[in-house]
């Protein structure tokens, strides 16, 4: 079964600084995607950036970016230029291609505090 | 474009009772994934509809089901009630068959309490 791990139950970034956040996921499967997700107080799950697994170049989206690490099983997440806005639960989640397409299988999350 | 939405917000039931949960896909969306969220934890998927049938099920018993609507919203029901299905239900869709279709929108969710 695959399984997703967040070792960092909770982190801390002044804001206007950078901060990873770390994942490591486990599977056997060669066709899959990596997500993480934001989501803040208000409860409203948001995506933040996605991984194909096929493609070799990391994902970037705006401030957001990720180092995904395919032999190693790691996918971590850089938010540079952090904002107060930025402060939530961060879910790294895995999803495989072919018969489990479509089940996300999340990790236990990472709380991200912004100090002003 | 309207995003998912879910209803009620919160709901308070007994054990043993049974419950239904509603959601509205995004407009476009055909699949809707629903999810189990605990306090503190990573949400736990249930079960996924694609064209009003059942198309994936996580380690959930029976009493858990599902349906989808050909307007593609959904229904959650939850038989039997026990103490532990006390979480935040997530609803999220998706396209289908079109473009980034691994993509999950979510909607707010209904926290259900059970006493």
């Known amino acids: 079964a695959q399984t997703v791990t967040q070792s960092q139950p909770e982190m801390s970034v002044q804001e206007a600084e950078t901060v990873t956040l770390s994942c490591t996921y486990d599977t056997s499967e060669s066709d899959y995607y990596l997500f993480w997700y934001k989501q803040p107080p208000s409860r409203q799950m948001i995506l933040v950036i996605r991984q194909e697994a096929y493609k070799q170049q990391n994902a970037t989206e705006n401030r957001f970016s990720v180092n995904f690490q395919k032999a190693a099983k790691s996918f971590s997440l850089k938010i540079s230029d952090s904002q107060l806005g930025d402060a939530a639960m961060y879910f790294c989640?895995?999803?495989?291609?072919?018969?489990?397409?479509?089940?996300?299988?999340f990790g236990q999350g990472t709380i991200l505090t912004v100090h002003p | 474009e309207t995003g998912v939405t879910q209803s009620p917000t919160h709901l308070i039931k007994t054990r043993g009772q049974q419950v239904t949960l509603r959601c509205s896909s995004q407009?476009?969306?055909?699949?809707v994934s629903w999810y189990q969220q605990a306090l503190g934890q990573g949400p736990q998927f249930i079960f996924q509809?694609?064209?009003?049938?059942?198309?994936g099920r996580g380690n959930f018993p029976p009493r858990f089901s599902g349906l989808q609507f050909p307007n593609y919203s959904s229904e959650l029901n939850v038989n039997a009630l026990e103490l532990d299905d006390s979480a935040l239900y997530l609803c999220a869709s998706s396209p289908k068959g079109q473009y980034r279709d691994d993509e999950q929108f979510f909607g707010p969710g209904t926290r259900l309490t059970v006493l």
């Open positions: 509809y694609y064209r009003e049938e059942e198309n």
């Open positions: 989640a895995y999803m495989a291609g072919g018969t489990s397409y479509g089940k996300l299988t």
């Open positions: 407009s476009g969306h055909n699949t």
